[in-house]
């Protein structure tokens, strides 16, 4: 089977990998264009381009996915199947182009968490089992029928970070295992029960200011499902600090909402019922420090109130 293989991020290089491991003709990657990145704003390529240039792909980068010559360069290919993973959205008159069709892996379990950030969505919500969908695509994003899925525990305080990698990781073997599906022609798409739809719209920076007055389970949810990335953050009056760590405090402790207390080199937070206890954080310009490294540089006065 020859495939054409579309993603960008890490998240998709296990997928391209295992493919690859397992003997499939990759005959192109497609990726995003290069794009400066760092301090020193020098062009970086997608984990995608770097893991095809490591087994001598052709690789294919596209500014607009509507051109009529990137069409025109995927037919040339001849592939039966389109492979997706973490890629862009694709126009119907390219996603129709194999005769195979094309499938996408998506990291939640469909129909829930459709949209750009299902792994921190389902964090955020306290969502005690997460997992991983194959489907074939349609024209509305993330409507298409259900070939695979394969559900993976959440525990208490995975971090959106921890939770990603191991959907890459499982994910990458319901990839191979619908490729082999597909190919075999036993593949059984079924329609998503459109009673159990859940958004999960990108994040932005504006949206992860921690709320202290919301309850102190919600506020670890929050916390641990922006990390590391877009991060949750906070300030103390003097400075904005970052908190990629934080754990629940057993009751009956509890202080005024954003209300710091320091004790024997731990650092708390009063929510809107009960408390939190912050375990990792960065100050703006600074390093990512535990909280004990971070308290050796950091003075928190007793009047100190997050927000």
Known sequence: MRIVFMGTPE????SLEILLANGYDIAAV?????KPAGRGQQMSASAIKQCAGRHALPVLQPVQLKDAEFASALRALRADLFVVVAFRILPVEVFTIPRLGAFNLHASLLPKYRGA??????IIRGEKESGVTTFFLKETVDTGNVILQARVPVGPDMTAGELHDTLAEVGAEIVLHTVRLIEAGKAVPKEQES???TPAPKIYKEQCRIDWTRPAVEVHNFIRGLSPRPCAYTGDGKTTLKVYR??????????????VAVEDGRLY???????VELLELQQEGKKRLSVGEFLRGHHFSPSTILS
């Open 269 to 275: 937070s009063g929510t809107g019922s009960g408390m």
């Open 195 to 197: 009673t159990f739809v």
């Open 30 to 34: 497609v990726t995003v264009p290069d």
């Open 246 to 259: 934080s754990a629940l405090v057993p009751a009956p402790r509890s202080a005024a909402p954003g209300a």
């Open 11 to 14: 998240f998709a290089r296990p």
């Open 117 to 122: 950030a299902p792994i921190n969505w389902a």
